[in-house]
């Protein structure tokens, strides 16, 4: 029986500027599961993620990784819970490859043998140990995003939180991902994926969040909650319709 790793309780956050990020979530997740939650832009889907290891902070309600609040350790919480951002570029700093996925380890101050191990674990796990001493910014948009991924990795996290994880790669890019992503669930992680393009990942998926205007409208298994999505500004997967098998972009 899968144990809940993530617990939110009424969860709610406004900007400094007055506008409303989200409202009054309550939603939990179970460790090992693959969780994909959508809702067309503005719905509030990155303002939750951030919530998640406490790069926001609620005005109301909390999350709970297993059982402890994350505003009370937020160095615990981004230990649990690695994010991977839409945007690669902002996540890499290292002058090389390995200095990038090696900054995570060393502000955890260990020894220099464990940093290496854990570097070269994670490059090999997103297959990129081979541009170990290249320079990030000549990497392919695929790559970067493999490389971000290896810096969340390095920091061993039970939970790994993908921020629209597909926009601006090509199809070979998005099939990398998708296997990559794909691995990491079987290798025992729980995956969260937010992303307006469901039928990427669809048929992963264990559980499906819908979300419009900073609120939870739907929550359940994949297979019923996708029906009629389009309602709430997200794109139903074609071969969701009556009469068709939805199927993996993999096969």
């Known amino acids: 029986m899968h144990m809940n790793i993530i617990e939110i309780e009424n969860l709610s956050h406004r900007f400094p ?15 090992g599961t693959f969780v994909v939650i959508s809702g067309q832009n503005g719905s509030g889907k990155t303002t939750l993620l951030r919530h998640l290891n406490g790069l926001l902070l609620p ?3 909390t ?10 350790d937020l160095v615990k919480a981004r230990q649990i819970v690695g994010m991977v951002f839409q ?3 902002s996540q890499i700093i290292g002058e090389t490859v390995y200095d990038d996925v090696a900054f995570g380890p060393e502000n955890l101050c260990l020894d220099r043998s464990e940093i290496k191990r854990r570097v070269y674990d994670a490059l090999k796990a997103v297959g990129l140990t081979g541009l170990a001493e290249q320079r990030p910014h000549l990497l392919s948009g695929g790559e970067k995003r493999r490389l971000a991924i290896a810096g969340v990795l390095s920091m061993k996290p039970r939970v790994i939180v993908f921020d629209e994880p597909f926009s601006n790669l090509d199809y070979p890019g998005i099939r990398q991902l998708l296997e990559q992503v794909l691995s990491l669930h079987k290798a025992g992680r729980t995956i969260v994926v937010a992303t307006h393009e469901l039928e990427k990942v669809i048929t992963h998926a264990d559980h499906l969040v819908i979300m419009k205007d900073g609120t939870v409208v739907r929550d359940g298994l994949p297979d019923e909650m996708v029906k009629g999505v389009e309602a709430f500004g997200v794109r139903e997967p074609y071969n969701s319709r009556p009469g068709m098998e939805i199927r993996s972009w993999l096969n």
Do not use: A, F, P
Request: no cysteine; charged share 30%.
């Open 59 to 61: 005005d109301r309600g």
């Open 17 to 31: 500027d007055g506008t409303l990020g989200i409202d009054g979530i309550n939603l939990t997740i179970q460790e």
């Open 87 to 89: 945007d690669s570029d």
């Open 63 to 72: 999350v709970r990784l297993s059982g402890v609040s994350v505003s009370k």
